[in-house]
């Protein structure tokens, strides 16, 4: 499969744990972004890379939240201390290009419960 | 930063009929409009796009309209199939000079056989 990959699929954590999640993009897509999906609503984005560059990050990401892109290819997202409001599908997409926009391809997703 | 709102959040069709979905933005330099159908417990998949130089564009049965004037897209599906089943989002720059996407709630779209 030479789509976008996510790892882990599922997981289940306590609250006040820090989860870590990945993302391995499409191999020649340069620009990688991150997005929350809860049940009923659309995604939300959360930052975004060009390369390993981190070039946007949203309001909603916390100091809680992190996320690396360290040699431009995979990403990690990491949330400290979770919530229960942290609970949602935590979507990757990736897309090419350096101008302009093209396509953006998800992945599968994480979901992610906080208990 | 760019607002998208979008509607209906459910519509339901008979097979053949055709289905509209509109959704508005706020952000009038905003240049790129795509929509996504995402299918129960899959991924959102891109289905057509449209850009701010043209009306109109066409992918067999689907059609995305925009009017810059009015600053609203539609998405059309026409001679609907069950298969067509799923939540459609559309979507436009957060930002102008944005890369991140402003996604709409989304529309549950029913297509009765």
């Known amino acids: 499969d030479t789509g976008v990959s996510q790892d882990p699929r599922h997981k289940i954590t306590k609250r006040g744990q820090n989860v870590t999640f990945r993302c391995d993009p499409i191999?020649?897509?340069?620009?990688l972004y991150w997005y929350r999906q809860t049940l009923g609503q659309g995604p939300e984005f959360l930052t975004y890379f060009q390369n390993e560059a981190q070039l946007e990050k949203s309001r909603l990401l916390s100091d809680r939240f992190s996320a690396e892109r360290p040699k431009g290819s995979f990403s990690t997202l990491e949330i400290q201390r979770t919530e229960q409001g942290d609970s949602a599908m935590y979507l990757c997409?990736?897309?090419?290009?350096?101008?302009?926009?093209?396509?953006?391809?998800f992945g599968p997703g994480t979901r992610l419960t906080v208990l | 930063g760019e607002n998208v709102e979008q509607h209906p959040s459910t519509l339901s069709v008979q097979e053949g009929d055709s289905a509209v979905i509109k959704c508005t933005y706020s952000d009038s330099a905003s240049n790129y409009f795509p929509w996504y159908k995402q299918e129960l417990g899959k991924r959102p998949q891109l289905i057509i796009d449209i850009r701010s130089n043209v009306g109109e564009k066409k992918d067999q049965r689907i059609a995305v309209t925009l009017n810059k004037t009015a600053k609203h897209f539609s998405l059309h599906i026409t001679e609907t199939q069950p298969e067509d089943s799923a939540v459609y989002f559309c979507a436009a720059p957060m930002d102008t000079g944005r890369r991140a996407l402003t996604f709409g709630s989304g529309t549950r779209l029913q297509v009765q056989p």
């Open positions: 997409a990736s897309s090419s290009g350096t101008s302009g926009y093209n396509e953006q391809f």
């Open positions: 191999s020649e897509h340069n620009r």
